[in-house]
């Protein structure tokens, strides 16, 4: 049985479909988060889909980046969706009004991107592969993103679109208040991070998973004593 046929494997390029065409659409700057985790969901998963054809397996490559990749494009979607959007919905966009083009690549890297990675990542294999020590490492790249962006402010002056959100900009409300954004969103990229380690977790109790290897006992053979 060829790896060709199994749905993982169409799913997954699926994923490199919609992380494309939102990144090839999109007019804005590398320096957003959004870009920037829809840039590593891309690489990992048209990494994933060779490592599948090449090795014939179901299982994709590297279980702890694709829990690191799940979770910024989570980030990505909670973000936009909640804090930039405000729950609006993308959908009136898409078929009416001026920039179409952009709702549409907004839609691919805010909605149908996360939306696709989580279902992988409770769906399929390999299961029960991440562990709670991955999250303070998961954490670093978002946090760097933020600290990285408020340097490049003060040492580059210049630098276009110095402040990509609202929350990392200091200018009106000053540094205390961005460090308390940043405080804020770093206890919710927590509560995020563990969560997504759980649903890797509950994800192996729902679809089987990989199941521990039988003990001695259990496969018959008598046991050392």
Not at 18 to 42: D, H, K, M, P, R
Not at 146 to 175: C, H, M, N, Q
């Given at each position: 049985m060829t790896v060709r046929t199994k749905p993982a494997l169409w799913w997954r390029l699926a994923i490199v479909l919609?992380?494309?065409?939102?990144?090839?659409?999109?007019?804005?700057?590398?320096?957003?988060?959004?870009?920037?985790?829809?840039?590593?969901?891309?690489g990992y998963f048209i990494s994933a889909v060779y490592w599948m054809v090449k090795r014939n397996t179901v299982d994709a490559p590297a279980p702890r980046l694709r829990g690191?990749?799940?979770?910024?494009?989570?980030?990505?979607?909670?973000?936009?969706?909640?804090?930039?959007?405000?729950?609006?919905?993308?959908?009136?966009?898409?078929?009416?009004?001026?920039?179409?083009?952009?709702?549409?690549?907004?839609?691919?890297?805010?909605?149908?991107?996360?939306?696709?990675?989580?279902a992988d990542w409770l769906l399929l294999k390999p299961r029960n592969a991440s562990r709670w020590k991955?999250?303070?490492?998961?954490?670093?790249?978002?946090?760097?993103?933020?600290?990285?962006?408020?340097?490049?402010?003060?040492?580059?002056?210049?630098?276009?679109?110095?402040?990509?959100?609202?929350?990392?900009?200091?200018?009106?409300?000053?540094?205390?208040?961005?460090?308390?954004?940043?405080?804020q969103l770093t206890v919710e990229f927590v509560v995020l991070a563990v969560v997504v380690v759980g649903l890797d977790r509950l994800g192996t109790k729902l679809v089987g998973g990989r199941a521990p290897a039988p003990t001695a006992e259990a496969a018959g053979a008598p046991a050392e004593g």
């Open positions: 919609s992380a494309g065409l939102g990144l090839v659409l999109s007019n804005s700057s590398l320096v957003y988060f959004t870009l920037e985790s829809n840039v590593i969901v891309l690191a990749a799940t979770l910024y494009i989570v980030i990505t979607g909670l973000v936009s969706h909640i804090l930039l959007q405000h729950g609006e919905s993308p959908l009136p966009g898409l078929v009416s009004g001026p920039d179409r083009l952009q709702h549409w690549s907004s839609f691919f890297l805010h909605y149908t991107t996360p939306l696709m990675v989580v991955d999250v303070p490492l998961w954490l670093a790249f978002p946090l760097g993103y933020a600290l990285v962006t408020e340097a490049r402010a003060i040492l580059f002056p210049s630098f276009p679109l110095k402040y990509p959100y609202f929350f990392l900009d200091p200018t009106t409300d000053g540094y205390g208040w961005v460090a308390g954004q940043i405080g």
